[in-house]
């Protein structure tokens, strides 16, 4: 079963990537600002540059005017949980796909960078 999964995986490279699609994109910004800048938990501070943190990074591209930058919160969503979809040289952890983040941390964390 683990080798038809992951033969499964490589062939058609989604297995795990896509969002569950009961996920709904409703969170807290509040809450999700809180866990963007936990440096144990989600830690985007340590890469990238957001209004009201201290200490960024500068690995990856400064969050700001998302909603211009992502046609929709669900992509941007997609983004957020497996960024090597779109760019399998991506240096951003999966945060969604690895289970890195709960389910209500990473629809926060989506609320607060779609509010930059």
């Known amino acids: 079963m683990a080798l038809s999964l992951a033969l499964s995986t490589l062939v058609t490279g989604t297995a795990w990537a896509d ?37 960024p990074g500068a690995i990856g591209p400064v969050l700001i005017a998302m909603q211009t930058r992502f046609p929709s919160k669900k ?14 040289e991506a240096v951003m ?5 690895n289970e890195i983040l709960s389910n209500k941390d990473f629809v926060d964390v989506v609320e607060f960078v779609w509010s930059l």
Not at 75 to 88: F, M, S, Y
Not at 93 to 97: I, L
């Open 93 to 97: 952890p999966p945060f969604g796909k």
């Open 19 to 55: 969002l569950p699609p009961d996920l709904v994109l409703d969170g807290d910004a509040q809450a999700g600002k809180v866990v963007a800048n936990d440096r144990s938990k989600g830690n985007c501070v340590a890469c990238h540059v957001m209004a009201g943190s201290e200490s």
């Open 75 to 88: 992509v941007l969503a997609e983004q957020i949980w497996d960024a090597t979809v779109k760019n399998p």
